[in-house]
């Protein structure tokens, strides 16, 4: 009967039952928010519509007042639709940060809510479905991937099956899968919650969370999960945020703790570079022989370390002696690895309390004035990225941000851009950073009046610039580290490319935003 907005990110549609040729009644209605944070649906009792800012959308499926013949949902597919006489569809696209409601004449597009989504007019209703082999044996050849088989079970059941497969400790892949049928027969017999996920109100087919209330009806369940995500204070909203973006830290040290604790273990199962140098040049009287006998790239060798044979990978057009120089080189960077390892198990450690502390000193606070004093007080803001950091400058979008303790690190994109930070964005009191002797991006520290740039601000940055580096997958990298002012670029150079007059140069472990 009618679809109309009165909200940039809402639609309201109006069914009614028909009686006669002439009179309605028994309206129906359903109000859609699309937003990138947020899409779903709710089914008021009724709608009062505004005289003024109120638009009228879908005219050309709406004025001829079709009637619905069916709703459906779609395979392996977020979304829904409502199909009307004459060949006619509106679809719910619940697509992530994408959400969007279309019109299809069809197969083909004909009207869409946000215009903005342009790629949306492609889209083929027919290709909507997606069949999926969800068969024990197409789980068997995902490697036991169920994210492959069912890819709309979204964070909530995953988070579920994550959560069953570790209570029941080391699983084959037959006792997955009947967890995983078991989970289905759930979800198409379910009952609705309104939980507290990670911080956040979320509306699940599983009891997960913190559960809130649970629903036997679906519209029921939807109404309450719209109002009250929609109802949050901005005291509710920001103190999730702060705790989800605790959580998140807290799981990425954790991560990084493990893989150092990896990397040091595998140093410690393998011969080290200096005992490789040590057995090759025990063994020189043997190399000719040896060598005659097979590839020179690879020579079979007696480890005194572990009596029994070793097997080392040498450069062919380098003498044994050289090779060995070489080992010994790589031993030196072993050594400062390790040190670096352990130091940033200690610092990761360090954060891993002092987050918990956070975490627990931010869940009872009650008053939102209370809650950003805490934000402030304890610098919980230390690093965003540029979607979290709210600043609208030019070069925002330009060149990645991070955020480290106020100070803005600027990120180059390829090599044209490199030189845009590095000549036009960058003044001669900023610092600026390389990986060494490879292709990479420029990174840029800003400079602060009256500040000097932190010894940790400074590594971020650095980890930074080794990761937007060739050097990424190396296990260590230098980096050069400069003032701005110490940085040209001649006439004639290729772009990207610039001259360092002095530099300094630090190790440390490439890692990304």
């Known amino acids: 009967m009618e679809c109309f907005s009165q909200d940039r990110d809402e639609v309201v549609l109006v069914f009614a039952q028909a009686k006669g040729k002439v009179n309605y009644y028994k309206p129906f209605y359903i109000k859609a928010t699309l937003r990138p944070d947020f899409s779903g649906m709710l089914f008021p009792e009724t709608v009062q519509r505004a005289r003024n800012n109120s638009i009228d959308l879908f005219q050309s499926v709406v004025a001829e007042e079709r009637a619905v013949t069916n709703v459906r949902s779609f395979l392996n597919e977020r979304c829904l639709a409502i199909q009307l006489e ?25 009207d869409m809510f946000n215009q903005q989504l342009a790629t949306d007019r492609e889209l083929l209703l027919a290709a909507f479905d997606r069949p999926i082999d ?29 959560e069953q497969f ?28 309104l939980t507290r996920l990670n911080h956040k109100l979320t509306l699940s087919l599983l009891p997960l969370g913190n559960i809130i209330q649970e629903f036997d009806e679906p519209i029921e369940a939807a109404n309450r999960f719209y109002t009250s995500f ?26 990084l703790i493990e893989a150092s604790m990896q990397r040091l273990i595998m140093r410690e199962e393998g011969a080290s570079h200096e005992e490789m140098g040590h057995i090759l040049m025990a063994n020189l009287h043997d190399i000719p022989q040896i060598a005659g006998a097979q ?4 020579l079979t060798l007696y480890d005194f370390y572990r009596d029994q044979p070793i097997t080392l990978k040498l450069k062919p057009d380098l003498s044994p002696q050289k090779n060995a120089e070489n080992f010994y080189r790589k031993a030196k960077n072993e050594k400062v690895e390790e040190q670096y390892l352990n130091d940033q198990i200690t610092t990761r450690e360090a954060e891993l309390l002092r987050i918990d502390r956070q975490k627990n000193e931010l869940e009872p606070i009650e008053t939102l004035k209370e809650l950003r004093r805490y934000v402030k007080q ?14 609208n400058s030019h070069s925002d979008q330009l060149f990645k941000e991070v955020i480290v303790d106020t100070f803005r690190i600027l990120i180059g994109r ?35 009046a009256g500040k000097t740039f932190p010894k940790h601000v400074i590594e971020r940055a650095a980890e930074l610039a080794a990761w937007y580096s060739k050097r990424r997958t190396d296990s260590l990298c230098p980096v050069i580290v400069t003032p701005k002012k110490f940085v040209r670029k001649p006439k004639g150079l290729a772009e990207g490319q610039v001259i360092i007059d002095k530099e300094d140069v630090v190790l440390v472990v490439p890692r990304g935003e």
């Open 86 to 110: 004459g060949n006619f569809s509106i679809v719910f696209k619940f697509f992530g940060n994408r959400p969007n409601m279309l019109a299809f004449e069809g197969n083909v597009v004909i």
């Open 295 to 298: 590839s020179p790239e690879r």
């Open 414 to 448: 390829n090599a044209k851009n490199n030189d845009l930070l590095t000549q036009k964005y960058a003044y001669k009191d900023d610092l600026w950073l390389h990986a060494r002797d490879v292709s990479g991006s420029h990174v840029l520290v800003k400079y602060q």
């Open 230 to 255: 929609n109802g949050r204070s901005v005291f509710e909203h920001e103190k999730a945020t702060w705790l989800r973006l605790l959580e998140k830290r807290r799981k990425r040290a954790q991560a």
């Open 134 to 162: 969800q068969s024990f044996e197409a789980f068997e050849q995902a490697g036991f991937d169920h994210r492959k088989l069912f890819p709309t079970f979204g964070k909530v059941v995953n988070e579920w099956l994550e």
């Open 378 to 391: 304890n610098n919980i803001r230390t690093e965003q990225s540029d979607s979290y950091a709210g600043s």
């Open 166 to 193: 570790s209570r029941a400790g080391n699983l084959n892949g037959e006792a997955k899968w009947a967890i995983i049928q078991d989970v289905l027969r759930q979800l198409e017999h379910p009952r609705y919650y």
